[in-house]
């Protein structure tokens, strides 16, 4: 298991921007895929996005396919994403997930670790 802590959250309008990140607590955050899940009240947590433990590989839902990016920076342990022109669909708590080892995923089930979760909130 691998402490995960998300932030950069908060209140947008529509097709404005915000990036999140996601702290892990390992000294080899490079051995796990990471990936980005939400969940919107009275609905199930759905992926968003996805990427290798090396970054050369991302997987992205349709829905943001375009307007997000997920990256990650070994050296600082975290991963980001970047989420531009917001819409208010978007609004959700936002869940950074690890997997160790293996290949990057869309299913929750596949990831070990989960983060607290951040809320974003887009106003229309």
């Known amino acids: 298991q691998v402490q995960l802590v998300e932030s950069g959250g908060g209140l947008v309008q529509t097709g404005g921007s915000l990036r999140l990140a996601c702290t892990a607590s390992?000294?080899?955050?490079?051995?796990?895929?990471m990936g980005w899940f939400r969940q919107a009240p009275g609905k199930e947590r759905e992926f968003v996005a996805t990427?290798?433990?090396?970054?050369?590989?991302?997987d992205y839902a349709d829905s943001v396919k375009g307007r997000f990016t997920i990256s990650r920076d070994n050296a600082e342990n975290t991963v980001y994403l970047q989420m531009n022109n917001l819409k208010p669909e978007d609004t959700a708590v936002y869940y950074c997930?690890?997997?160790?080892?293996?290949?990057?995923?869309?299913?929750?089930?596949?990831?070990?670790?989960w983060g607290q979760g951040t809320q974003v909130t887009v106003s229309s």
């Open positions: 990427i290798s433990r090396s970054g050369g590989d991302t």
């Open positions: 390992t000294r080899t955050f490079s051995n796990y895929v």
């Open positions: 997930a690890a997997r160790l080892f293996g290949f990057p995923s869309r299913k929750a089930g596949d990831f070990g670790s």
